[in-house]
Structures are given as structure tokens and as C-alpha cells.
């Protein structure tokens, strides 16, 4: 994981979303690289602009309706300042993106193998015949048992897991150097959520591709993710490798989420609740630290005016100098909530 | 005596086809499943989509038509409406539902909502309904301008938790709680299933919790039952289902948790992929010619496992020599 | 599907049947009789007696009713009182001209409609959305008939570009001429009727397409960097014309029933017209034979429209 090898560079990036004339930021100020074959999970609660960051790098926002400023350098073009035309050269061949809910992704009508061979038609000049092998091909990679099958099948005829299997296919149909995978497996059970992990895994493995998972689910991002970003509020509060999040959290809110989760706690214990609730985008603060309200035993002067990134060792990055004070209630020397 | 008794409960859905549209086979959703329910517990129902765990909860508060079994409360089978009628059933059992916001009624206010159980089953004065709705609002934590709110303006964990005031509103003795967090964030999803433990505490309630989160699970429930195909795999307690699964069924959901333990995760892949072979090469051992799970057979006094009789005698053995 | 069609088509036996019975009584229940305002005013009461007697219309209603089923049965639908001629050969004329005029209009309402709901959809929320469904809803409002009264007035007599009445000129040459004689007749009708009927084509569509615009798949199809117009092209029109063909079958007969006030205005020769006429002197061999037309028509549109859906959707299958 080399500095050198990074391809995807999100600069001080912040998108607002118009509603009722005034614009509002759903992310603001995203710093991020994504590099060859890694897996770099970004984490949030819902509302905390991850999704957002995905559609504004595929450039999927109505421009009429959304502010974006920044810089997205992909491979060293700014893809923010590309045209319609320009961004279709990349989307589905250098970006690939999965979705969420493998049914509403896919086009009912359509059969499953001329929804896999579109994305051929437009950037690749296979014939029709290498496009339909080129699609066995790619169903049997993402583990489908039988692809002729499937590939004549309509969406609806196709249990979730061999749906989003479907949605996988396409995306790395070009092989694209990045991944976006938005809750790839957030509609599925246990057992299947596994199985599709696996198969992203091994796609990154043999393309040399970099992913950006993006996912609520702090076991997903354990099981594989190499690199994590934790989103809060339209921000990234703490940025590291998978180890430094999960073995030495930092702040405040990452520490929260991780004590909140049921598989670490004492069995009979009450959970850790958070206080509070995540400030809608019209109520978001823009001075100050954006978590603060949740921590109120922490007096104010713990936190920073303007809560800076600030880089602890090599890739672990925190916002705020509030976690050097940060102690729950309940720990040694914590204030009583 | 347990709370409730469900004794080899079935819900078939006829499938009708040919000319004549006459009945030709079923949908085995629910097919022949026996547990107990204790007073004051959380009984787990765990299952992957479609097993029947949810059709199972529905069944016990009377919202399923059910095939054939039983389900006994205070000696009465509840799944005759008659019965339902003269125990003051639902009074006595409340739901909870997954989605919130599509089971809150959006053109009510939350007053009525958590007023309609009580309108239907006891009979108060205004001032006396408008006491109690504030005290279950305290119960779950929302303020009292809440009460003249509509459930759209709240967020989906306050939602949920409005659901929880509803349900509990007649000191309910057992509520079906069916993926009652599984749509929440995990903070959001902390404080519900704090509420749920806490009235538990102070009203002695029964939960039959339906998950398929095994994570959830194992911090809500004492006692489970892992569903498969409509039939049950595996019964025991947290120790038997967590640290002595049996039934290779078991054994397979449980490598498929994620582990939180990042510098175990090479080990704990390795782990499920060993688990998923086995499966695959074992299954016609764990299940009958039709794909489906044997009798439950018990292994300990808390504990039975869906083996056939050979595999069971081998394995109580096998249990025995480790002990 | 094809026991499925078969099984169809069984069950509306015996709503035919309830169909015909209703008709047959109501048919029956109108006051008056066929004959009294058709002979010569003076004639005899006991010869009026003698006709009705010989017709059979004294008989009670089941009688009657059985009469008519058997003669069904046999293809004769008895004789028109009014025109003295086998009410199947009247229909059967008039049948093709309504045919015509309803498959020209059909045809010049999608032409017109489709076209103004995918770009209504297009550019929502824009001024050509805005005007097109300012149009909608004014060509909704105004009464069909009241459209047809004007446009008659207008065009037909104080401009004078198209006739007024009838189906074919009766000095128009057979062959060539003779097509372009009836087209001639049902132009102005069609582009009428065309005109002042697309609203619920259009707003269905519109709808549709809006609704696609915005779906996960259109999503999907713009991260594999299909181009904008081959999103339109191949997802969003594509999917939102498929409930339209199937509305198609509905449409037909919705013609038929609007074919009333058409031809009564332009006194155009179809079946709405006869129907009228037949109301009016009490025809009821061919008032039952029309009303069961229209009532199998009807029955045989929901069908089609069931089979074609079931055609163009995969989700959809009949078994």
C-alpha cells in the first residue's frame, strides 16, 4: 500500500443538495485516496453523507438540484469538470458501481444477459458473440452455478444473493480500476452476505482494482475492509487501517459505535446508547465539532474551534483533539452523565 | 406451566393449478414446530428469509390462519378464534413490527396510535388514556409534544420505539417482536433493544424475538430456536446454540457472523470456508430425502438437535465422553 | 396460457348469459311498442293487436327470451322492425364503418398522445410540460360532444372542407376513389376525436416515464455510462410503453362507446348511430343485438389487454 500507488484522489470535496432554494451540505470538505487493491470502507450511520460521496463520484447527482466543489482526480482527470459525454467514458468502464436492492437495480424487462452486455456495448468493440461469452464468463466469476441459465433469466426469476451476484457482474464487467460498492449486501442474509464478500474480495485480488465499501455494519467493514473511513455528519471523524480503528480507536463517535455493537458487550449488559440524535441536513452545524452535542459531559474547550484532521501515526488520522480528553461516563475518571 | 405452548404447528398455502384451478400442492411455510415460551423470557426465533420465523410469530397472534397444531394459552387453543375471543387474546399479546413507518398509521397522531389498543380494551376516561400515553411515552423515552405529532416527523428509531409504546400499552403478558431493529443504525438500535430489556424488567413481559440477527439474538434471548425450511433445526439455550451448536445448520449461520476481531479474520474465513464445505457434503446426513430437517431429538435436558436417530445416539456419545 | 385463455373464456359464458337476460328485460321494459308510430296513424287497433300477436310480444318474457336464444343460436338475430332487414346484415354494414373511423381515431390518438407524454415526462416541470398538461386538462373539461358541435359548425358548414354526414360520397368511382371517399368522411372525426381524447394516454404515460426517470434501474443503466438518449431510448420509453400496449386492448372498445356521439353528430352510418336510431323507434331486435355486442366486446378487450400484458411483461405470466 504505497502512497505512489494511488489513483483516486477526492479533494476537499463537498456536495449540497438544494432543497427549498437553499442549499444544504451533505458532505463537506472529504479528503480521500483510494489506492490499487485495497479495500477502503467508508462507515456512517444513515444520513451521514456516504452514500452521498459515492453518487457525487460517479457524478449520478442532477446538477440543477446539487452544489458540488472540490477536486475527484481520477488517474489525473478532475472528474467533476467533465461533461455528460466525458463522464460516460468512465462510469462503467474505469468506475464501476454496485447498488443496494438487487431487485429495484436491475431493469425488470430485460433479460439478464443484455443488462450485462450493455455496459459492453459502450465501451468495449467486442461482437456479439465475444460480449455473450464475455458474460458466462463473468456470471461464472461472481459465482452463479449456471450461467447459460441465468443469462437467459429475468431479474425476477433470481433469488436476492444471484441478484446482487448479477449487479456484481456488470459492474466489473470492463474491469474497472474502482469499485463503488454502496450496502452490497444490506438486503441479504447471513450466509449470502459472506459469499458475496468473498466474491468482491477476489475480484479486487485478480484485477488490482481499489474498492470503496460503503456499509453501516462494522462486521462487514472488520471482515474486509483494509483501510476505513468513519463518516459523521457530512464529515470524516477518523480515518485509518482496518487494525487502527477496530484495535485503537480514537474518537469519540468511532469509540461510540464500536461499544453499541451487540457481539462485544457482556451478554446481559444494557447497550451503550449514543445521546442524541444525528442532526438533519438543515440543522447541521457548521462551526465547532459536529459530534459534540452527544458527548455534553465533555466540556467545550476539549474540542478544537475548527476541528482539523490531525495524523496520530503513518494513515490513522482523527478529527478534533477532543479524543485525548474523551472518556464514556461509566470509565475511570469519566464525568456522571 | 410455560406462558405459551406451541405444539406441532403447521401453516400450509394451498398452490392451485391446472383447468379446474383445484388445489395440487403446498407451500410448507410453517411445518410441524413445538417450542415453549416462559413468563418473564426472550425467547429467540432465528432463520434466513423465508424460513417461516416470521409466519411462526404471526400464527401466535392470531394473524395467520393455521393448519393444524396447537398454540395453548392459560389451557385454551388460541388458534381457534373463539378462543382468541374469550381469553382477551390480544389484550394479552401485542406485535411489533420491522418497518415502522408502514405500520404506524400516517394520517394519526402519535396520541391515538398508542391510544388504540387501550381504546379497544379498556375503557378510560380521557383524562385517565391521556396519563397513561404520557407515562408509556416516558417509558420509551420521547418527550410529551410528542403526542399531537405525526409518525412521519420522527426518526425511524424514535418510530420504533413508538411501536414498542403501543404494543406494551395493555400490560401486555407476551409481545412478538418480528425483526424489531433489523432497518435501524446500530446507536438507534442499542437504545430499542435497551427499552425492550428494561420493560422487561419492570413489567415481567415475555418477548418471542424474531431475528436473523444472530448478534441480536444472543444479546436479547435466553432461550432459542434456529428455523429451516419451516422446521426446527436446532432448540437449546444461548451456552448450547452459541458454544455447542450441533446441527450442521447451526454451525454454518454462526461462521457467517463477521468477525470484530480484525487480527482474526484470516483465521475466522478459513473457519466458515471449512464450515461451508462440510455443509455442502453433508447435507443429505442432516436432512431427509426431501431436504428437510429431521424430528428434533434431545441430546440434553435444554438441548435437542434435528438428527436422524443413528447420528443422534453418536453424538449424545460423543457429548457424553467430553463431558 | 392457453388453458388459461380457454378458462377465460368459459367463465364469460355465463356472464354472457346474465348479460342477455338483463338486456333482453330492459330492452323490454321501454314503453311503447315498434309498431305504432311506423304504420299509417289511422290504421285499425286490432291490426297493430295482430302484428305484436304474429311477432310474438304477447308472450311472456321467457318465451320470448328462449325464442331469441335459439334463434341466436342459428346465427339470426331476427329482423330489424324499422329497416324490415336481418339485424346481422344491418349490423354487419354497419360494423365496417365504425371500425374504420374507431381504428383511424386509435391510431391518431397514440400518434398524437405518445409522442406529448414522453416529452411532458422528458421535461418535467418545464414549460412544455406545463402547456402540455394545460391541454389535458382543457380538452378534459369540455364535453366531447360539445367539441363535435363546434367542429361540425366550423369546418363542415361555414368552411366548408369536409362533409357533414354519411360514410362515402355516393358519386365516388369503386377502388382508389372510393377509399379516399371514406377517408375523407372520417378525417375530421378522427382528428376530433384524437385530439380531445389522448388526456388519459397522455397523464398515464407521463406518469410512467416520471416514475422510471427516477428508478434504481435508470440509476444502474447511467453508472454503466450508457448516454442519455440510449437511457430513454432502451429503459425509460421502452418500459413505460409496455402498460400502454396493454391499455390498447381497453381502448378499442372505449372507442366503440364513444362512437355514440360521433356518428350522431356527423350523422356517420356505424353502429353508435343505429344505435341511437333503434332507441328511438323502439327496434329491439336490434337494441338487445347491439347492447350484447358492445357487452362482448368489452368482456373480450379486458382479455386482450390481459394477454398482451401478460405478452410484454415477464413478471406477468398467465398459467
Given at each position: 500500500m504505497g502512497s505512489n500507488s494511488e489513483f483516486l484522489n477526492i479533494k476537499d470535496v463537498s456536495t449540497a443538495f438544494k432543497i427549498n432554494g437553499k442549499y444544504y451540505d451533505a458532505i463537506s470538505h472529504i479528503n480521500l485516496e483510494v489506492h490499487h487493491d485495497e479495500i477502503l470502507a467508508i462507515v456512517g450511520e444513515s444520513g451521514c453523507g456516504k452514500s452521498t460521496l459515492a453518487t457525487t463520484i460517479m457524478g449520478?447527482?442532477?446538477?440543477?438540484?446539487?452544489?458540488?466543489?472540490?477536486?475527484?482526480?481520477?488517474?489525473?482527470?478532475?472528474?467533476?469538470?467533465?461533461?455528460?459525454?466525458?463522464y460516460n467514458q468512465f462510469r462503467g468502464a474505469k468506475i464501476g458501481m454496485i447498488f443496494q436492492d438487487p431487485l429495484s437495480a436491475l431493469n425488470p424487462l430485460k433479460k439478464i444477459e443484455d443488462q450485462i452486455s450493455e455496459v459492453m456495448n459502450y465501451h468495449t468493440d467486442f461482437t456479439s458473440e465475444q460480449k455473450h461469452q464475455r458474460v458466462l464468463e463473468l456470471l461464472d466469476e461472481v459465482g452463479i452455478v449456471n450461467p447459460k441459465r441465468t443469462a437467459r433469466q429475468f431479474p425476477h426469476e433470481l433469488s436476492g444473493g444471484m441478484r446482487q451476484r448479477v449487479i456484481i457482474a456488470i459492474a466489473i464487467a470492463c474491469k474497472p480500476d474502482l469499485i463503488i460498492a454502496d450496502e452490497p449486501t444490506t438486503a441479504l442474509d447471513v450466509t449470502i452476505q459472506a459469499q458475496i464478500l468473498d466474491v468482491l474480495r477476489n475480484i479486487q485480488k485478480e484485477n488490482h482494482a481499489g474498492i470503496i465499501l460503503i456499509t453501516h455494519d462494522l462486521g462487514v467493514v472488520a471482515e474486509t475492509a483494509d483501510r476505513v473511513a468513519v463518516m459523521y455528519a457530512g464529515q470524516i471523524v477518523e480515518e485509518g487501517s482496518v487494525e487502527q480503528i477496530f484495535n485503537t480507536p480514537k474518537h469519540p463517535y468511532t469509540r461510540s459505535l464500536l461499544r453499541s455493537m451487540p457481539q462485544l458487550d457482556k451478554e446481559n449488559d444494557d447497550l451503550y446508547v449514543i445521546k442524541g440524535n444525528v442532526p438533519s441536513l438543515q440543522k447541521m452545524p457548521h462551526d465547532g465539532d459536529r459530534f459534540a452535542p452527544r458527548i455534553p459531559w465533555l466540556p467545550a474547550d476539549a474540542h478544537e474551534k475548527e476541528p482539523a484532521m490531525h495524523e496520530l501515526e503513518a494513515g490513522h488520522i482523527v478529527r478534533c483533539t477532543c479524543y485525548k480528553t474523551f472518556k464514556f461516563p461509566d470509565e475511570q475518571g469519566g464525568a456522571t452523565a | 406451566m410455560s406462558l405459551i405452548?406451541?405444539?406441532?404447528?403447521?401453516?400450509?398455502?394451498?398452490?392451485?393449478?391446472?383447468?379446474?384451478?383445484?388445489?395440487?400442492?403446498?407451500?410448507?411455510?410453517?411445518?410441524?414446530?413445538?417450542?415453549?415460551?416462559?413468563?418473564?423470557?426472550?425467547?429467540?426465533?432465528?432463520?434466513?428469509?423465508?424460513?417461516?420465523?416470521?409466519?411462526?410469530?404471526?400464527?401466535?397472534?392470531?394473524?395467520?390462519?393455521?393448519?393444524?397444531?396447537?398454540?395453548?394459552?392459560?389451557?385454551?387453543?388460541?388458534?381457534?378464534?373463539?378462543?382468541?375471543?374469550?381469553?382477551?387474546?390480544?389484550?394479552?399479546?401485542?406485535?411489533?413490527?420491522q418497518d415502522s413507518l408502514s405500520s404506524l398509521n400516517p394520517r394519526k397522531r402519535i396520541e391515538d396510535i398508542i391510544a388504540e389498543p387501550l381504546r379497544n380494551f379498556e375503557h378510560l376516561s380521557k383524562d385517565e388514556e391521556k396519563l397513561r400515553v404520557l407515562q408509556l411515552l416516558d417509558i420509551v423515552g420521547l418527550d410529551a409534544d410528542a403526542l399531537y405529532k405525526y409518525p412521519h416527523q420522527f426518526s425511524g428509531g424514535q418510530r420504533q420505539?413508538?411501536?414498542?409504546?403501543?404494543?406494551?400499552?395493555?400490560?401486555?403478558?407476551?409481545?412478538?417482536?418480528?425483526?424489531?431493529?433489523?432497518?435501524?443504525?446500530?446507536?438507534?438500535?442499542?437504545?430499542?433493544?435497551?427499552?425492550?430489556?428494561?420493560?422487561?424488567?419492570?413489567?415481567?413481559?415475555?418477548?418471542?424475538?424474531?431475528?436473523?440477527?444472530?448478534?441480536?439474538?444472543?444479546?436479547?434471548?435466553?432461550?432459542?430456536?434456529?428455523?429451516?425450511?419451516?422446521?426446527?433445526?436446532?432448540?437449546?439455550?444461548?451456552?448450547?446454540?452459541?458454544?455447542?451448536?450441533?446441527?450442521?445448520?447451526?454451525?454454518?449461520?454462526?461462521?457467517?457472523?463477521?468477525?470484530t476481531n480484525v487480527s482474526r479474520r484470516a483465521e475466522h474465513r478459513a473457519n466458515r470456508l471449512k464450515v461451508e464445505e462440510v455443509y455442502r457434503e453433508q447435507q443429505d446426513k442432516y436432512y431427509d430425502k426431501d431436504g428437510l430437517a429431521y424430528p428434533l431429538v434431545q441430546i440434553t435436558p435444554t438441548h435437542s438437535v434435528a438428527l436422524p436417530e443413528d447420528l443422534a445416539e453418536q453424538l449424545k456419545h460423543e457429548g457424553e465422553v467430553q463431558a | 396460457m392457453w388453458k388459461t385463455i380457454l378458462r377465460r373464456i368459459l367463465i364469460m359464458i355465463p356472464e354472457v348469459i346474465i348479460l342477455s337476460i338483463l338486456v333482453f328485460l330492459l330492452a323490454k321494459a321501454m314503453p311503447g311498442d315498434p309498431f305504432t308510430g311506423s304504420i299509417n296513424p289511422k290504421a285499425d287497433p286490432a291490426q297493430l293487436h295482430h302484428l305484436m300477436k304474429m311477432n310474438g310480444l304477447y308472450d311472456p318474457w321467457y318465451q320470448q327470451y328462449w325464442n331469441w336464444v335459439v334463434h341466436l343460436f342459428h346465427g339470426n338475430l331476427g329482423n330489424s322492425y324499422q329497416y324490415q332487414e336481418p339485424v346481422t346484415r344491418l349490423i354487419g354494414s354497419r360494423a365496417v364503418n365504425t371500425l374504420w373511423l374507431a381504428l383511424f381515431t386509435t391510431i391518431l390518438t397514440y400518434c398524437f398522445a405518445l409522442p406529448m407524454g414522453m416529452y411532458a415526462a422528458k421535461h418535467e416541470g418545464k414549460l412544455p410540460d406545463s402547456i402540455i398538461r394545460i391541454y389535458t386538462y382543457v380538452t378534459y373539461c369540455i364535453p366531447f360532444f360539445v367539441i363535435l358541435v363546434i367542429g361540425v359548425w366550423i369546418f363542415g358548414y361555414v368552411l366548408g372542407w369536409f362533409p357533414t354526414t354519411g360514410s362515402i360520397s355516393s358519386t365516388a368511382a369503386s377502388g382508389l376513389p372510393s377509399i379516399g371517399s371514406r377517408f375523407y368522411h372520417i378525417l375530421l372525426p378522427g382528428v376530433l376525436g384524437a385530439?380531445?381524447?389522448?388526456?388519459?394516454?397522455?397523464?398515464?404515460?407521463?406518469?410512467?416515464?416520471?416514475?422510471?426517470?427516477?428508478?434504481?434501474?435508470?440509476?444502474?443503466?447511467?453508472?454503466?455510462?450508457?448516454?442519455?438518449?440510449?437511457?430513454?431510448?432502451?429503459?425509460?420509453?421502452?418500459?413505460?410503453?409496455?402498460?400502454?400496449a396493454a391499455f390498447a386492448g381497453y381502448s378499442i372498445t372505449g372507442l366503440l362507446n364513444g362512437s355514440l356521439f360521433t356518428e350522431t353528430v356527423f350523422s356517420y352510418p356505424g353502429m353508435g348511430l343505429l344505435f341511437i336510431n333503434s332507441i328511438s323507434y323502439r327496434d329491439y331486435t336490434v337494441i338487445t343485438a347491439l347492447v350484447l355486442i358492445y357487452g362482448i366486446l368489452n368482456l373480450l378487450g379486458t382479455l386482450l389487454s390481459d394477454i398482451i400484458l401478460s405478452i410484454v411483461d415477464p413478471r406477468i405470466r398467465i398459467q
Open positions: 449520478l447527482h442532477d446538477p440543477e438540484e446539487t452544489k458540488i466543489n472540490g477536486e475527484v482526480d481520477f488517474e489525473g482527470t478532475d472528474l467533476l469538470k467533465l461533461d455528460e459525454n466525458g | 405452548e406451541i405444539k406441532d404447528l403447521k401453516v400450509h398455502y394451498p398452490i392451485r393449478s391446472g383447468f379446474w384451478n383445484r388445489v395440487t400442492d403446498s407451500v410448507k411455510a410453517v411445518d410441524g414446530i413445538s417450542f415453549d415460551i416462559e413468563a418473564g423470557e426472550t425467547y429467540g426465533l432465528v432463520g434466513e428469509s423465508g424460513s417461516g420465523k416470521s409466519t411462526t410469530g404471526k400464527s401466535v397472534v392470531g394473524l395467520e390462519k393455521v393448519t393444524s397444531g396447537s398454540i395453548m394459552y392459560k389451557g385454551k387453543d388460541i388458534t381457534k378464534k373463539s378462543n382468541r375471543k374469550s381469553l382477551d387474546y390480544n389484550h394479552d399479546v401485542q406485535m411489533i413490527f420505539r413508538i411501536g414498542v409504546a403501543r404494543a406494551v400499552a395493555t400490560n401486555p403478558k407476551l409481545i412478538i417482536a418480528d425483526e424489531p431493529v433489523s432497518a435501524l443504525d446500530l446507536s438507534v438500535q442499542a437504545q430499542v433493544l435497551n427499552f425492550m430489556k428494561k420493560i422487561q424488567r419492570e413489567f415481567g413481559i415475555s418477548y418471542l424475538f424474531i431475528s436473523h440477527d444472530l448478534g441480536v439474538v444472543r444479546h436479547m434471548c435466553n432461550n432459542i430456536a434456529i428455523m429451516n425450511n419451516g422446521r426446527l433445526v436446532e432448540i437449546g439455550t444461548r451456552e448450547d446454540i452459541y458454544n455447542h451448536p450441533m446441527h450442521i445448520y447451526t454451525k454454518r449461520l454462526l461462521a457467517a457472523i463477521p468477525e | 385530439l380531445f381524447g389522448t388526456v388519459n394516454v397522455v397523464q398515464y404515460l407521463r406518469s410512467e416515464v416520471i416514475d422510471a426517470k427516477r428508478s434504481d434501474y435508470v440509476r444502474t443503466a447511467r453508472s454503466k455510462g450508457v448516454p442519455e438518449k440510449d437511457i430513454y431510448k432502451h429503459h425509460i420509453f421502452r418500459n413505460s410503453l409496455l402498460p400502454i
